[in-house]
């Protein structure tokens, strides 16, 4: 395993930014880590995690779609697009990747393929850093999310006083190539050591386990009948937060905007939770927060899983429970799901 005395950070990303644009979590004025490209004299966070995901790298929250040009009579339709350069993400947690897999099945897998998504995947490359202090709100292993071992085109390790580098596809490889002289070969006793640890920290953590046997596709209409999304929505304020932070959510909405001499048309982050979310000609096909919350949590544990060989909506990452004003969260709704009696 290839390996560089964490001292000498600075000088490894300094090494990948001569290469490529490179991004780590660097904490803000508020204290909060946020993803920030890197330069000199900006210093990797100690953060768990950021408060967005890297989700942005690669489904940005507004996006220039196609821009249409008037003159006269005569329109002309303009791609806005530029060539992206190749660029890296460094520092991505284990739940944060596993929700690129989430986003691939729908934007990549399915017919069409979005090709502004494909654009940034194509030419993002993600390192991922083991966790080493979990927190209380983390639930990743619930969804067999290994936070000791996360995916990634290269995956590393903060162990020993020393970064520990593991290359998991082409694109690894050949960032790895780039870097490689500034590595060591070091054995992974400490990475094995550190795996060991936090696996006993996880499996301590109060979401460790949660119960999810009831969302398995056969009990959806009891589920979506029950009497517990009166009680579970009724704080609900429909701020979006929860959708904002959350690293698997991926819907949009798309906006004209008239430029005088033409119109450009983008698309940005939507949300579930707000009141003219799928607005149709007629209205809002739901109508009420017990409603719009019913949809985001049944997308989540049912109608994505049913969809999409039964991988669940959601990472275990923990930011809806940090975020929310309110508290309403999906291990409420899962353990509200599981005590009820009408299921």
């Known amino acids: 395993m290839l390996s560089i005395s964490a001292d000498k950070i600075d000088s490894l990303f300094e090494s990948i930014a001569s290469s490529y644009n490179l991004y780590i979590p660097v904490d803000n004025e508020s204290g909060k880590a946020e993803f920030e490209q890197w330069e000199k004299g900006k210093k990797l966070s100690s953060a768990l995690k950021t408060v967005r995901s890297a989700k942005d790298f690669f489904f940005p929250k507004v996006e220039n779609l196609v821009n249409y040009k008037r003159e006269g009579k005569s329109i002309t339709v303009v791609d806005?697009?530029?060539?992206?350069?190749?660029?890296?993400?460094f520092g991505v947690r284990g739940c944060d990747a596993a929700s690129f897999a989430i986003i691939d099945d729908v934007y990549l897998k399915m017919d069409p393929v979005d090709s502004y998504y494909k654009n940034r995947r194509d030419h993002g490359t993600v390192v991922t850093l083991?966790?080493?202090d979990p927190a209380q709100t983390c639930f990743c292993s619930t969804y067999n999310i290994d936070a000791t071992n996360p995916k990634g085109d290269v995956t590393s390790w903060c162990a020993d006083g020393k970064y520990f580098f593991q290359?998991?596809?082409?694109?690894?490889?050949?960032?790895?190539?780039?870097?490689?002289?500034?590595?060591?070969?070091s054995d992974d006793k400490a990475v094995e050591a550190q795996k060991k640890e936090v696996s006993e920290k996880i499996e301590k953590l109060p979401f460790a386990h949660l119960d999810l046997s009831k969302f398995q596709g056969k009990d959806m209409l009891k589920i979506f009948n029950s009497?517990?999304?009166?009680?579970?929505?009724?704080?609900?304020?429909?701020?979006?937060t929860c959708t904002y932070v959350c690293p698997t959510c991926m819907c949009f909405?798309?906006?004209?905007?008239?430029?005088?001499?033409?119109?450009?048309?983008?698309r940005c982050w939507d949300s579930c939770m707000f009141n003219d979310f799928t607005q149709m000609a007629a209205e809002n096909p739901r109508h009420t927060q017990k409603e719009r919350s019913r949809q985001r949590f049944m997308h989540k544990l049912m109608y994505y899983p049913m969809a999409h060989n039964d991988v669940f909506s959601c990472v275990g990452c923990g930011r809806c429970l940090?975020?929310?004003?309110?508290?309403?969260?999906?291990?409420?709704?899962?353990?509200?799901?599981n005590e009820t009696d009408d299921i």
């Not at 806005?80 to 993400?89: C, I, T, Y």
């Not at 290359?167 to 070969?185: P, R, V």
């Not at 009497?227 to 979006?240: D, M, P």
């Not at 909405?253 to 983008?266: K, N």
């Open 167 to 185: 290359a998991n596809t082409d694109k690894g490889n050949a960032l790895i190539e780039k870097i490689k002289g500034l590595l060591s070969e």
């Open 227 to 240: 009497k517990i999304w009166s009680r579970v929505s009724e704080t609900c304020l429909g701020c979006g």
């Open 130 to 132: 083991a966790c080493t």
């Open 80 to 89: 806005p697009r530029k060539d992206l350069s190749d660029f890296v993400v």
């Open 253 to 266: 909405d798309v906006r004209d905007f008239d430029t005088g001499d033409g119109i450009r048309q983008v």
């Open 322 to 337: 940090e975020s929310c004003p309110v508290n309403m969260n999906i291990v409420k709704v899962i353990k509200a799901v």
